[in-house]
């Protein structure tokens, strides 16, 4: 089989391994250049062990309880959000996006409960939001005023975060999100198609800072947090149809560079993003953006993180995550597949971030009762750990800091589960030869979780730890499982030994030509996933 170091590099692949330990021997102050950043870059041992975090993805977006890009899509007429805003909180044109973010105060927040929370439900990192597409920095920030401690909560939303994390012994990540708000907020400029207040704009377009005056956000400038006017829709349009393709053609394109972005948005998104990890020297930052943002700017603001962390620890001990990155790329952060599958083993360690529900808070998924269960979350987590990826894994929070008794349900399946199987199966875990077998196939790619069929029994995945090889069933089977990757045909040199449940006692096993059968006894209440350990000569 393939070696795989460490870090969980598979040796020859690429060459990645070898030049990726070659650069530590001779390590230099990474510059800001890709050729630089990848001379110096390795992805750090921790993150390859840790192989599951939890993500508070907090924002006023999750005070409506209505789900994603809020903020976005209430400036959409005839689309549900604008309907739901129109009816709780009043026209766009009176009442814009910017009191929602001073209506969202955080009043029962408790991040001491959440994070001994995760903690205890297996995370071995923790992802805090710092902000969103809707502009406002969840920091302490110098450089942008619309803050959370002038704002809303008037707090340290990261800083309360870092503190708590650090002291129960986990990694600690932020996510940004603010390089695409300069084209995400353009629908706040816009104006009603059709209807009684046809052709009257909305509040983006009105409001400056001199109107604030006597204000809750006297002293500042609207025109700050909703970027300024870049896509304006131009007077006359007369159809929602029309208003909707206007939008889809100008700014509803997931745009990274700089120009179009305006030069100032993206030298004050820099400075952000520098006050940010030197503030908080965090262990992760994830950006959501395909690669980096703004060209070299993007680049530069990768670099001084990464020189930051040599400075603080004589070498990059930190991850940068983005998204559909190219393999160059790849040698340089770590991919992140954003509610999307692999279907290979990588040669390089990479994340997968989900959610089980909305990113921001919806409502309907605690009366609906449809989050995704643990039993799902844990099939995700053991495939994507056979694959050499780790699972970041949202919690949706409502507005006012907690989370609701459905998610309470999903996050102690978790914990159950991980309490039996983390140690041995997942964590410091190595893939196999081969990630796994079985008859549900994944396709690769970004955004298609919803189109992945149901795992069963037959579903195997594979990992490797001291010496050990492990196999999780992806669904408790009701009968014999045949594991054809284990035929004494396949592995000719191969001796299995003993076949143990994982937090259990001995499994029957009969082995021949055809494959390895196993014989699980019945799962019991709340039992899903089973995982046996496989011990012998000539398997790892």
């Known amino acids: 089989m393939d070696r795989i170091d460490r870090r969980g590099f598979i040796a020859g692949a690429a060459g990645l391994a070898g030049a990726s330990l070659a650069a530590t021997a001779q390590a230099k102050q990474v510059e800001a250049n890709w050729s630089s950043i990848i001379r110096e870059y390795e992805t750090p041992q921790w993150f390859a062990d840790a192989k599951f975090g939890i993500w508070a993805h907090w924002s006023a977006q999750c005070v409506p309880e209505y789900g994603d890009w809020y903020g976005r899509l209430m400036y959409v007429q005839g689309n549900p959000f604008y309907e739901h805003h129109l009816k709780n909180y009043g026209h766009p044109a009176d009442t814009g996006f910017i009191e929602i973010e ?3 105060k955080a009043a029962h927040w408790d991040p001491e409960a959440l994070v001994a ?13 710092a902000n969103h597409h809707d502009n406002l920095d969840n920091f302490d920030s110098s450089h942008h005023a619309w803050n959370t401690l002038r704002v809303g909560p008037k707090r340290d939303i990261i800083g309360t975060w870092e503190k708590i994390v650090r002291r129960e012994g986990l990694r600690f990540g932020v996510s940004n999100h603010s390089s695409h708000a300069w084209h995400w907020w353009q629908t706040a400029y816009g104006y009603d198609a059709v209807g009684p207040r046809a052709g009257q704009r909305y509040d983006a ?8 005056k006597g204000q809750w956000w006297d002293g500042l400038d609207p025109q700050e947090l909703y970027v300024g006017p870049s896509f304006v829709p131009p007077d006359g349009i007369r159809s929602i149809a029309a208003m909707d393709a206007w939008h889809e053609v100008h700014d509803g394109r997931w745009m990274e560079g700089s120009p179009p972005a305006p030069p100032a948005f993206a030298d004050s998104w820099l400075l952000r993003q520098k006050e940010l990890v030197e503030k908080y020297r965090p262990d992760m930052v994830y950006f959501d953006d395909t690669g980096l943002p703004f060209g070299s700017t993007g680049v530069e603001a990768l670099a001084h993180y990464y020189a930051q962390s040599q400075r603080l620890h004589g070498n990059i001990d930190v991850v940068a995550t983005g998204k559909l990155l190219t393999p160059y790329q ?7 597949v954003e509610r999307g599958f692999s279907d290979r083993l990588r040669p390089e360690p990479w994340q997968t971030c989900t959610c089980i529900g909305d990113w921001h808070y919806n409502r309907a998924r605690f009366d609906n009762k449809s989050y995704v269960p643990a039993e799902q979350v844990i099939q995700r987590l053991c495939d994507v750990v056979s694959k050499n990826g780790n699972l970041l894994l949202s919690i949706p929070m409502r507005g006012d800091g907690t989370i609701d008794s459905e998610e309470e349900k999903v996050v102690a399946g978790i914990t ?6 983390g140690e041995a199966a997942i964590y410091g875990s190595r893939p196999w030869r081969i990630y796994g077998e079985g008859p549900t196939q994944l396709s690769a790619g970004h955004m298609n979780e919803g189109k992945a069929g149901a795992f069963t029994a037959q579903d195997v995945r594979f990992t490797v730890k001291n010496g050990t090889l492990f196999a999780a069933l992806l669904r408790w089977p009701e009968g014999p499982v045949m594991l054809s990757s284990l035929a004494s045909r396949a592995m000719p040199g191969a001796r299995i030994e003993r076949a143990t449940l994982v937090g259990g006692g001995p499994v029957a096993f009969e082995r021949d030509g055809s494959g390895l059968k196993l014989t699980l006894p019945r799962a019991g209440a709340g039992e899903v996933v089973p995982v046996v350990a496989l011990e012998g000569a000539g398997l790892v």
């Open 102 to 104: 001073n209506r969202w």
């Open 117 to 129: 929370l995760y903690k205890k439900a297996g995370a071995k990192y923790f992802m805090a939001l």
């Open 205 to 212: 377009f009105k409001l400056r800072k001199a109107q604030g």
């Open 330 to 336: 790849r040698r340089a952060m770590v991919e992140d």
């Open 416 to 421: 159950r589960w991980m309490a039996r199987n």
